[in-house]
C-alpha cells in the first residue's frame, strides 16, 4: 500500500497540488545550454513526489549495529555493524527514513528506480568512504537513479580521508555521491564534511529548493559538483572548500540562480599537478553561468583564486551578487606593457580576478558588487553589453576589461582601477545610455580605454558619464563632453543634468582630469554636502535622487579628443 508522507505539507516548494495519497511538488529545472533569452529550448519539468510504494526505516546506533525496517522481496539490505547496503532489483519507489548516529558506517543504495532519503537529524560518518553513496543496480552500471532528499532537523554526513571501499568498477567521488540527481528539499538542515573527495556529487545534476539548508565543507574536493548542472531554485547554501586546484561549485555545463542565498568561500590555491593547471574557483561553469534571482556572495583568498568563471556565456539578469578575490596571481609573467604582472602572462600563469568568461558576458538586472585586488574585476575574452542593472567592480587592475566590444546602453555602473583603465575594451568601446562612472590611474592609463592601436574607437552616444581620468584619444563624440582640468580627492560633487542631479564620491587617487558627458551641458560642483534622502548605490560611491548643498562650482570646458593612443 502507498504511504504519503505527511511532513512535506509543510515544505515550502514552488507549486503543491494535493490530493488524497498524493503529494506532488513541480519546479521548472534546466539542462542544457541557454541561448541567453531565458529560452533555451531544452527545458524539462521534474517531479518531487511523496508517493511512495514502500518505506524503509534505517536506524543508526552508536553502540551496536544499525536496524532496517520494511526491506523485504525486491527490496534487500545487508547489514554489517553501521555499513548499510540496500539493492532494489523491483519496480517500487522507495522512500528511506534515516535516524540515529554512527561514527563508523554508511549507507549504500543499488537501484534502478527512483528513491526519496528521509534525512532525521541523522548522522554518519565513514572512514573508509563516502557516508551516502547512491549507484544503479550492477546490471546497469552508471546508470544511477535520482533521490530526492528530504531535510528534517539537523543532519551531518563526513566521509574519510582515503576510500578502501570503492570497488574498481564503480564510482565514489564525494561524502554523498549519486550516479543519478540529487534534489535537496525539506525544511531542515545538512551538514557534510568531506575530507577525502568532494562533498556533494552528482554525476548527473543537483538542485537545492526552497526551506533546505545545505553547509558543506570540503578539504579535499569541490564542495557541490553537478556534471550536467547546479540549480539553486530556493534554500540556504553554504560552502567553504579549502582543497587547493578545487571548486566551490562546479558543472561541466550549467549554473543556474533563480532564489535562494548561496553563500561560497575558498582558500585554496591554484596548482600545478601532472602539468595541468588546477585553478581555484569558487564557480565554475563550464557552459552557461546564469544569474537570475536570489543572493551570491564568494570570496576567494587562493593564489590565481577566481570568484566566477567558465570556459562560455554568464548571463546577469537579477539577484544579488558580491565577489571579493584577495590572493596573489599565480605564476609568473613574460613580455612587457601595462597590468600587474607588467604584459603577457605565460602559459601557467593565471590571474586572481573577479569575474572571468572566456565567452561573452551579458548583464541586463540585478545588482553586482566586485572586489579584486591582485587583477581584473570583471573580465570577458568575448563581448560585454551592459543593459540594466548596477554593475561596481574595483581592481588594481582593468576593472572592468573585454577583450572584443563592450556596450553600455543602460544601468549603472562604476569601474574603479587603482593601477589600470576603468572601462577597458580591446575592441570598439560603445556608450549609448546608462550612469557611468570611470576611474582611471593617472596617465598612460585612463578611465575609459578602447583599442585604437588596434583600429577601433571609442563612440560616446548617450547616457551620464563621469570619469575621473581622460578618455581614450581619437574618440568619436555623437554626445559632448566637457572637462576639468583637476578635482578634489575623497569629496562630493554633485551633476545636475536637467532636473536630474547625480553625486559622486571621488577617490584618493586616479587620473588628472574630470570629464563629464551627458545630452545637454551639467552643472557641476566640488565639495557638496549631500542631503539624507536619495538613493545610494554603487558601493556608495554614487547617490541618486538627493539634494546637494554648498560647495564650489566648477568651471568646464569642451573636452575634445585627438588622435593616438591616449596616451
Known amino acids: 500500500m502507498k504511504r504519503t508522507i ?20 513541480v519546479t521548472d529545472t534546466t539542462s542544457g545550454a541557454t541561448n541567453g533569452s531565458g529560452d533555451n529550448g531544452s527545458d524539462t519539468t521534474t517531479t518531487v513526489t511523496t508517493d511512495y510504494d514502500r518505506t524503509v526505516t534505517i536506524v543508526y546506533s552508536t553502540s551496536g549495529a544499525a536496524t532496517v525496517r520494511g526491506a523485504e522481496g525486491a527490496v534487500s539490505a545487508t547489514v554489517s555493524g553501521n555499513d548499510v547496503t540496500i539493492r532494489n532489483a523491483g519496480d517500487e519507489k522507495v522512500l528511506y527514513v534515516l535516524s540515529g548516529s554512527t561514527s563508523d558506517g554508511f549507507l549504500k543504495i543499488y537501484s534502478g528506480r527512483k528513491q526519496g532519503l528521509q534525512l532525521n537529524s541523522v548522522n554518519i560518518s565513514n572512514s573508509r568512504g563516502a557516508a551516502i553513496n547512491v549507484q544503479g543496480l550492477e546490471e546497469t552500471p552508471n546508470k544511477g537513479k535520482r533521490v530526492d532528499v528530504f531535510l528534517s532537523g539537523s543532519s551531518t554526513l563526513a566521509d574519510g580521508a582515503t576510500y578502501s571501499l570503492t570497488p574498481s568498477t564503480e564510482d565514489e567521488k564525494a561524502a554523498f555521491f549519486s550516479e543519478g540527481q540529487i534534489v535537496f528539499s525539506g525544511n531542515g538542515t545538512l551538514t557534510v564534511n568531506a575530507r577525502g573527495k568532494a562533498g556533494v556529487t552528482s554525476d548527473d545534476w543537483v538542485q537545492f529548493l526552497s526551506g533546505a539548508t545545505v553547509n558543506v565543507s570540503s578539504s579535499a574536493g569541490h564542495g557541490v559538483r ?15 572548500v579549502s582543497a587547493n586546484g578545487k571548486k566551490g561549485f562546479s558543472s561541466d555545463s550549467l549554473i543556474r ?10 582558500t585554496g590555491n591554484t596548482v600545478v599537478e601532472n602539468g595541468d593547471t588546477n585553478r581555484s574557483n569558487c564557480i565554475k561553469a563550464d557552459q552557461v553561468f546564469e544569474m537570475n534571482a536570489g543572493v551570491l556572495t564568494v570570496s576567494n583568498s587562493g593564489t590565481g583564486g577566481k570568484g566566477i568563471s567558465g570556459d562560455g556565456v554568464g548571463y546577469f539578469r537579477g539577484g544579488e551578487v558580491n565577489v571579493t578575490v584577495t590572493g596573489n596571481n599565480f605564476g609568473s609573467s613574460s613580455g612587457g606593457g ?3 604582472w607588467g604584459g603577457q602572462s605565460s602559459n601557467n600563469s593565471v590571474g586572481a ?25 570583471i573580465e570577458t575574452k568575448g563581448t560585454l553589453t551592459i543593459t540594466g542593472g548596477e554593475v561596481y567592480s574595483q581592481s588594481s587592475d582593468d576593472a572592468i576589461n573585454s577583450a572584443s566590444h563592450m556596450t553600455i546602453t543602460g544601468g549603472y555602473v562604476c569601474a574603479y582601477s587603482t593601477g589600470n583603465d576603468g572601462l577597458d575594451a580591446n575592441g570598439n568601446m560603445y556608450i549609448k545610455g546608462g550612469v557611468v562612472y570611470a576611474i582611471g590611474k593617472a596617465s598612460p592609463e585612463m578611465a575609459i580605454d578602447a583599442n585604437t592601436e588596434g583600429g577601433y574607437k571609442l563612440y560616446v552616444q ?14 568619436q563624440l555623437s554626445q559632448s563632453c566637457w572637462q576639468a582640468s583637476s578635482w578634489s580627492k575623497n569629496v562630493w560633487y554633485s551633476m545636475k543634468v536637467g532636473d536630474e542631479t547625480y553625486l559622486f564620491k571621488t577617490p584618493s587617487s586616479g587620473g588628472t582630469k574630470l570629464v563629464v558627458s551627458a545630452a ?17 548605490m554603487l558601493n556608495g560611491m554614487v547617490v541618486t535622487g538627493a539634494t546637494a548643498t554648498g560647495g564650489n562650482s566648477v568651471n568646464l570646458t569642451t573636452y575634445s579628443s585627438g588622435g593616438g593612443w591616449g596616451w
Open 462 to 475: 548617450g547616457g551620464i558619464i563621469f570619469a575621473i581620468g581622460s578618455l581614450e584619444n581619437g574618440a
Open 6 to 25: 505527511a511532513m512535506l505539507l509543510s515544505f515550502a516548494l514552488l507549486a503543491v497540488a494535493c490530493q488524497k495519497d498524493d503529494i506532488t511538488v
Open 226 to 240: 553537478g556534471k550536467d548542472y547546479i540549480l539553486v531554485s530556493g534554500g540556504t547554501i553554504d560552502v567553504s
Open 257 to 266: 540562480f533563480d532564489a535562494g542565498e548561496t553563500t561560497i568561500r575558498l
Open 520 to 536: 545637454s551641458q551639467p552643472e557641476v560642483t566640488s565639495n557638496v554636502t549631500t542631503s539624507s534622502c536619495g538613493t545610494e
Open 353 to 377: 580576478k573577479g569575474i572571468k568568461f572566456d565567452g561573452d558576458i551579458e548583464i541586463s538586472g540585478g545588482v553586482i558588487t566586485v572586489m579584486a585586488s591582485k587583477h581584473e574585476g
Open 338 to 340: 601595462h597590468g600587474p
